[in-house]
């Protein structure tokens, strides 16, 4: 009987060695940015350390603007380009992979799930990409210019065209499986929660439509175009609009439940992210970054940067990284606006910053592609555990459980050989 339970802790102790190892594996592959604003529902916010510092890892040159707002998936950077190519780079090191040519400007911003990129391109095609090798899967020409960020989810692409489309793609064969035809652009990149697709277009509507048939659930009518992003957390539907305003939205009916003005000169472009019972966003050209009380829109705190607000900000931890007009990335407290570091770079910034493993990574009008931060040996664990901490602990607690897995062999071989002297 000794021997049995001897047997039964050592396979217990084997498969807790399996189990750390899968830990281990999964605490470095849940840091990913796989699509514009982090996640499905849009909310720009990962459970992680962001940069603390504002050193250059790399930077990777291109021909052209880099509007792209980058996705980042498993040590893989993937972004567009003006100068029409769709480029995939070494997280760490910036050395490129592969490029993939479309026949126009690369406004876009790439969605990975699985193995495929999907991104749009200004010569009217959406593509799905070899995340491997940049070969072309398929490839879906709408009537206008995609410049749209696609969204991906259960087998099923959105993304929009300036030919006043929203389309849901067939993910594997890029087969229309339906599309809605509004009055205007649809720059919009589509944000998901509980089956309900939801957008913005330039006819100055929000739309809510069923994920899968694309049935209109409820439409609501802003004062202006639309171009920023939604947001979809607790409960609500948050968005910008050209009419200086960002609004609350319910979620489920359309209903009106506030909005406050962030910004003026026709303009909120500027995507909300929501992290912590915060809701943030930008005044496109009050140069204000706003933290708002997602409940009733009053401000928390703005800070002013030196330029535009366009873009969509990066919250990891307690760090707030947006982007600017004036050229540089801020790193800003997410609880109190306090200012942390700039980055400057020599042009303005469209693309909303990626932030994965203590790295931030965005393009530039100067036709780069910048990562900021911590070098690899000093990233953190998904944890927020300095990885030399971290594996360090890893490593202890396997010698431990080898020890032990160990004495439990050997006191089960002795008491085995003491039964055979016995018979």
Known sequence: MKRFYGIVTLAILCLSVVSLFSFTVNAQQADSWPMFHCNLAHTGYLNAAGPSTNQTLWVFKTSGHVWSSPAVVNGVVY??????????????????????????????????????????????NIYALNAQNGA??????????????????????????NDNNLYALNATNGEQIWNITTGGDVLSSPALSNGIVYFGSYDHKVYALDALSGAEKWNYTTGSVIESSPLVADGNVYI??????????????????????????????????????????GGSFDNNVYALDPTT?????????????FTAPAIA???????????????????????????????????????????????SYDGNLYAVGQNAGTNSSSSGIPNVIYYGIVIVVLIVIIAVAVVVLRKGISELLQFSLFI
């Open 297 to 309: 829109g009053a401000t928390k705190w703005n800070y002013t940067t030196g330029g535009g607000i």
């Open 136 to 161: 072309l899967v398929w490839n879906y020409t709408t009537g206008g210019l995609a410049e749209c960020p696609p969204t991906v989810s259960g087998g099923i692409v959105y993304a929009g065209s």
């Open 240 to 281: 910008g609009s050209y009419d200086n305003q960002t609004y609350a939205l319910n979620a489920d009916t359309g209903a009106f439940v506030w909005k406050v003005t962030t910004g003026y000169d026709l303009c909120v472009q500027a995507s909300p992210g929501f992290a912590n019972g915060i809701l943030y966003t």
């Open 317 to 363: 931890g307690n760090v707030e990284y947006v982007t600017s007009l004036d050229n540089k990335t801020y790193a800003l407290n997410a609880q109190t606006g306090a200012f942390l570091w700039s980055y400057q770079t020599s042009g303005d910034i469209y693309s909303s910053p990626a932030v994965v493993n203590g790295v931030a990574y965005f393009g």
């Open 79 to 124: 972004f567009g380009s003006f100068d029409h190519n769709v480029y995939a780079v070494n997280a760490k090191d910036g050395t490129k992979i592969w490029s993939f040519h479309t026949g126009g400007n690369i406004y876009s911003s790439p969605a990975v799930d699985g193995n495929i990129v999907y991104i749009g391109s200004n010569d009217r």
